[in-house]
Antibody, heavy 118, light 111 residues
Framework: QVQLVESGGGLVKPGGSLRLSCAASGFTFSDYYMSWIRQAPGKGLEWVSYISSSSSYTNYADSVKGRFTISRDNAKNSLYLQMNSLRAEDTAVYYC???????????WGRGTLVTVSS | QSALTQPASVSGSPGQSITISCTGTSSDVGGYNYVSWYQQHPGKAPKLMIYDVSNRPSGVSNRFSGSKSGNTASLTISGLQAEDEADYYCSSYTSSSTSSVFGTGTKVTVL
């Protein structure tokens, strides 16, 4: 069964850190780009970051550049998002997403909620 | 990177056809045939409905179709059904940041 399962979300204070994980199954994880996309409560979708299949290339939205780091472990079929210096505006559901091409997303996880609040 | 522009809401009666627009620039929608569309029901993850302007993934109803003219892409839902009531987002590759940019989202209401 093809699926993505995110974990690691929770409540964190402003300035704090959190690491999200995404476990992939049912497809050849190591062959494809992977992405993180977020959705603030009641708001639209925002692309956050992607990583190439071999980790040689990463890209970030300006809103998270320098604070977030995407990584992957192909041996574990897992994707990660290290989030540092968190701000209130980072509060959102974070989705792990996969697609045959990096510019669209065939499969989404259920998401994990990150709340940044004091 | 600015979000692509979509109407906030579109409505129609069962059986009718509706069209949702998605307007960008020559750096995204107008410059590449890399527009995709997503359906999102409340509390659920988005679902890919159309990719590369007009291609439907396996399992998506042929009532959903996509097109593009200039800097504006469109999603048409024909034979509107109650289960089509959801939020819809467009997305496009953008050369300005070599990434994806999403639209502002459209709430579809079935009257």
């Amino acid at each position: 069964q093809v699926q993505l399962v995110e974990s690691g979300g929770g409540l964190v204070k402003p300035g704090g850190s959190l690491r999200l994980s995404c476990a992939a199954s049912g497809f050849t994880f190591s062959d494809y780009y992977m992405s993180w996309i977020r959705q603030a409560p009641g708001k639209g979708l925002e692309w956050v970051s992607y990583i190439s299949s071999s980790s040689s290339y990463t890209n970030y939205a300006d809103s998270v550049k320098g604070r977030f780091t995407i990584s992957r472990d192909n041996a574990k079929n897992s994707l990660y998002l290290q989030m540092n210096s968190l701000r209130a505006e980072d509060t959102a559901v974070y989705y792990c997403a996969w697609g045959y091409s990096f510019w669209y997303f065939d499969l989404w996880g259920r998401g994990t909620l990150v709340t940044v609040s004091s | 990177q600015s979000a692509l522009t979509q109407p906030a809401s579109v409505s129609g009666s069962p059986g009718q056809s509706i069209t949702i627009s998605c307007t960008g620039t020559s750096s995204d929608v107008g410059g590449y045939n890399y527009v995709s569309w997503y359906q999102q029901h409340p509390g659920k993850a988005p679902k890919l409905m159309i990719y590369d302007v007009s291609n439907r993934p396996s399992g998506v109803s042929n009532r959903f179709s996509g097109s593009k003219s200039g800097n504006t892409a469109s999603l048409t839902i024909s034979g509107l059904q109650a289960e089509d009531e959801a939020d819809y987002y467009c997305s496009s590759y953008t050369s300005s940041s070599t990434s994806s940019v999403f639209g502002t989202g459209t709430k579809v209401t079935v009257l």
